[in-house]
């Protein structure tokens, strides 16, 4: 198992820069695909990025896409999302999870341990 907890969130200004850190902890999370998405109240969770073990592969979701790039430090049990130049429409809860397995990882339900959430609200 795997504790997962974020920090970052917080107001910034459209065009800003804020970075969101996810710590792990219990089993190490290097072991894991680890994704970041986030959640509009009654919403459904929508995928933002993942990276997988080592880093060498990283997706994102079309809407932040050369705006927002996932990190991981493996020593560290740390993944980080920079958000650059964000838009108001990034306004929401953003949450830190690690994935199951290497399969649909693009999807929440793909995903088995998550954190508490982050909330981000970009002011235009």
């Known amino acids: 198992q795997v504790q997962l907890v974020e920090s970052g969130g917080g107001l910034v200004q459209a065009g800003g820069s804020l970075r969101l850190a996810c710590a792990a902890s219990g089993r190490t999370s290097s072991s894991y695909i680890m994704g970041w998405f986030r959640q509009l109240p009654g919403k459904e969770r929508e995928f933002v990025a993942f990276?997988?073990?080592?880093?060498?592969?990283?997706d994102y979701a079309d809407a932040v896409k050369g705006r927002f790039t996932i990190s991981r430090d493996n020593a560290k049990n740390t993944v980080d999302l920079q958000m650059s130049s964000p838009k108001p429409e990034d306004t929401a809860v953003y949450y830190c999870a690690a994935a199951r397995g290497p399969y649909d990882v693009r999807n929440w339900y793909a995903y088995g341990y998550w954190g508490q959430g982050t909330q981000v609200t970009v002011s235009s």
């Open positions: 990276i997988t073990q080592t880093g060498g592969i990283t």
